[in-house]
């Protein structure tokens, strides 16, 4: 398994540092759309949100809906006193941005020092970013923002001790560690099999990626170039996603170190041509993170750059110290490696080709050359599926030998740094065997369960730990993933487009940021940006009927010439003029091809119009009366941006502040090695 108590302060810094920056990419984010998604003029209001629950019996309460910004009135009347210009926005719009602000705050103050590295700022990150989750409805039912809340609570227990003045990994750092490797290996296990148990044909023929490019979400400039890679080539991309999400994932608990490494590469590698092609916001980079945890600080230090390396701020000088002055040179003499550096360069290379072969071989045994190049079938079918990769022996074998190198770890850094016998040590102890053991059995539970719904069982019949499941279930400390199940955009890429007049009989279409709308509008590149209005179109264009209350609230207020919703606006043709009429179409969406677009310099096609909602004018009472059904609140009267938005340059204080981090390590590492 490696060998004992094998670094992990560098994967440490990094993860800690990154959570950091994946957190203000997160709280940005939110903090840009909250008047328009979330505000009290927003698509999906937080106070009429909280009144439902309220009128359903649920008042307050942790357990269910586990929020500070129950509170909002309470909070915001104590803060109102110090800021008073404040009591004339809404208290639940003005809490969210300011716990944004709060998010932003503590990510940068992270980034600054590693002071501010600690239990008390992680466990703050992660219940402000839980907080504005579990008001969010339809705008956070993302897997990404339960994976950050999972990865997010993990991180409270990663943070470093120090000992004597030397950092060290004690036991609850390592049991994390090794929870996050198993948070790794779920994640790409699950969307490796579940795109086979969803019985979606593309996965099957290995077509998939013959319609990804051009139907996902918001496909960036890379995206339309890899669109038109040869046939065969994609669908060898699609037999690698298959290796590289079960293979890999595999590989990461092998009894070598070496096969762990090339395991945690080819995860790496997947999640790097994903950002490449994709427009995922935070969610790859996340992924990222927990992928290194596959990898110990021998490697991390060989492969990092520099240039990463130095944004650790003063890493360097927190782990040089050593234990012990004398004992030096005798820890030198104890871990001498007794290896030529020929006999180095042999190992490696014979598993090297020990891995290339097991490649080729999963390629050849799986995907013949047929399934490539011609029309043929993979060489398994659904039961073997089931039988191998679900109710067979592999994935329990994976738990097992996750919690052997879970045990394993904690008792090599438990002798390494905790020999000493006393009341507090063995209670630590006590408590990371503790914790390791629950957080296994709750993920597992969800793991195997979202694996196959139809077909699988829980192994462990336990009553407690259902229960314990389903009450921690608000929290998302331990879910199921699994990612692209069903590839969409088999016959074409749908998409909501939306038209505005004046007069009712001139109509000029609305451009968004980021979502396709006229055809000449090129590709961008958003994350880890998360547009998340532009993003829930995407799903709306799939439904057969406009009945979301969101999407019924952005017509009314669009109509009404609310200030919330024109912000959600990129280009308004009837800017300085009133919106009296409004239609939705939808379009059939499709790639141009290198030579259209030579001539046209289009990116898209666009056909088949089909009128989803017809001429709505300003007084319309079907639309009132839908939303009144849903329970959402008429207000006609146009509020204002809210005032912390419009005085609060936040991006420009970011970035300033990023690159003032950056010159301080830079002169600090200067400094160090003169």
Same mark, same amino acid.
């Given at each position: 398994m490696g060998r004992q108590g094998e670094n992990i302060l560098l994967y440490q810094f990094m993860f800690l540092k990154g959570m950091a920056i994946i957190y203000l990419a997160a709280f940005l984010s939110i903090f840009y759309q909250i008047n328009a998604l979330l505000g009290y003029d927003g698509l999906l209001p937080v106070h009429t949100y909280?009144?439902?629950?309220?009128?359903?019996?649920?008042?307050?309460?942790?357990?269910?809906?586990?929020?500070?910004?129950?509170?909002?009135?309470?909070?915001?009347?104590?803060?109102?006193?110090?800021?008073?210009?404040?009591?004339? *926005?809404?208290?639940?719009?003005?809490? !969210?941005? %300011?716990?944004? @602000?709060?998010?932003?705050?503590? +990510?940068?103050?992270? $980034?600054?020092?590693?002071? *501010?590295?600690?239990?008390?700022?992680? !466990?703050? %990150?992660?219940? @402000?970013?839980?907080?504005?989750? +579990?008001?969010?409805? $339809?705008?956070?039912?993302?897997?990404?923002?339960?994976?950050?809340?999972?990865?997010?609570?993990?991180?409270?227990?990663?943070?470093?001790?120090?000992?004597?003045?030397?950092?060290?990994?004690?036991?609850?750092?390592?049991?994390?560690?090794?929870?996050?490797?198993?948070?790794?290996?779920?994640?790409?296990?699950?969307?490796?099999?579940?795109?086979?148990?969803?019985?979606?044909?593309?996965?099957?023929s290995l077509t998939a990626l013959h319609y990804h490019f051009e139907s996902q979400p918001l496909p960036n400039p890379i995206s339309y170039y890899f669109h038109q890679l040869p046939s065969w080539l994609k669908k060898l991309f699609v037999a690698q996603n298959f290796v590289t999400l079960i293979g890999g994932s595999l590989l990461i608990y092998s009894p070598f170190r070496r096969f762990r490494q090339f395991g945690g590469l080819m995860l790496l590698s997947e999640q790097f041509m994903i950002i490449l092609t994709g427009n995922y916001n935070f969610f790859n980079f996340l992924t990222v993170l927990v992928t290194l945890a596959t990898f110990d600080d021998k490697f991390l230090k060989f492969w990092t750059p520099k240039f990463i390396l130095s944004l650790l701020g003063d890493y360097n000088s927190c782990i040089s110290k050593p234990q012990k002055k004398e004992s030096k040179s005798k820890n030198k003499d104890k871990y001498k490696d007794p290896y030529s550096p020929i006999i180095k360069i042999l190992k490696l290379l014979i598993y090297t080709l020990i891995f290339i072969g097991m490649i080729i071989y999963a390629y050849l045994r799986y995907f013949p050359l047929e399934a490539i190049f011609e029309n043929g079938k993979v060489n398994f079918t659904l039961s073997d599926v089931r039988v191998d990769l679900i109710n067979g022996k592999i994935p329990v074998v994976a738990l097992v030998a996750s919690m052997l190198f879970c045990v394993h770890n904690l008792f090599c850094y438990s002798l390494k740094y905790n020999s000493q016998k006393s009341l507090i040590v063995?209670?630590?102890?006590?408590?990371?065997?503790?914790?390791?053991?629950?957080?296994?059995?709750?993920?597992?539970?969800?793991?195997?369960?979202?694996?196959?719904?139809?077909?699988?069982?829980?192994?462990?019949?336990?009553?407690?730990?259902?229960?314990?499941?389903?009450?921690?279930?608000?929290?998302?400390?331990?879910?199921?993933?699994?990612?692209?199940?069903?590839?969409?955009?088999i016959n074409g890429r749908e998409e909501l487009t939306f038209e505005v007049s004046e007069d009712g009989v001139n109509y000029q279409e609305l451009t968004l940021f980021y979502k396709p709308g006229p055809i000449d509008q090129p590709l961008k590149f958003v994350a880890p940006y998360h547009p998340r209005f532009d993003w829930q179109l995407w799903f709306s264009a799939m439904k057969p009927h406009i009945n979301e209350a969101y999407l019924l609230n952005f017509m009314f207020k669009l109509i009404n010439n609310k200030p919330s919703a024109l912000s959600l606006v990129d280009h308004n043709p009837l800017k300085g003029k009133e919106i009296n009429y409004m239609l939705i179409k939808k379009y059939t969406y499709s790639y141009t091809t290198l030579e259209e677009r030579a001539v046209t310099g289009n990116v898209w096609n666009r056909k088949n119009p089909q009128v989803m909602i017809e001429k709505v004018m300003r007084v319309d009472n079907n639309l009132e009366k839908n939303l009144r059904l849903m329970h959402q609140e008429i207000d006609t009267k146009r509020y204002p941006i809210h005032i912390l938005r419009q005085t609060v340059p936040l991006i420009e204080i970011v970035w300033t502040l990023l690159v003032l981090i950056i010159i301080k390590n830079f002169l600090n590492n200067r400094k160090q090695k003169v």
């Open positions: 909280l009144k439902r629950l309220r009128n359903n019996g649920i008042n307050k309460d942790m357990s269910n809906v586990p929020t500070i910004v129950w509170w909002a009135p309470e909070i915001m009347e104590y803060i109102e006193k110090a800021i008073p210009s404040l009591s004339e *926005f809404d208290s639940y719009e003005t809490l !969210l941005h %300011l716990i944004c @602000l709060v998010g932003v705050l503590l +990510s940068i103050l992270v $980034l600054l020092s590693n002071k *501010f590295m600690n239990f008390l700022v992680y !466990l703050t %990150l992660w219940f @402000l970013y839980l907080s504005i989750f +579990s008001v969010g409805q $339809l705008f956070f039912s993302f897997q990404w923002d339960i994976m950050l809340l999972e990865a997010g609570f993990l991180t409270v227990f990663i943070t470093p001790t120090t000992r004597n003045g030397q950092l060290i990994v004690d036991e609850i750092s390592s049991v994390t560690r090794d929870l996050l490797k198993w948070l790794c290996f779920r994640l790409n296990y699950a969307s490796g099999v579940v795109k086979l148990t969803s019985k979606c044909p593309t996965w099957w063995n209670t630590k102890r006590l408590f990371a065997i503790t914790f390791g053991f629950i957080m296994y059995m709750l993920t597992s539970y969800t793991f195997f369960a979202g694996l196959d719904k139809e077909m699988f069982q829980f192994p462990l019949n336990i009553p407690l730990l259902a229960q314990l499941q389903q009450h921690s279930q608000p929290f998302h400390i331990a879910n199921s993933y699994g990612l692209f199940r069903v590839m969409t955009g």
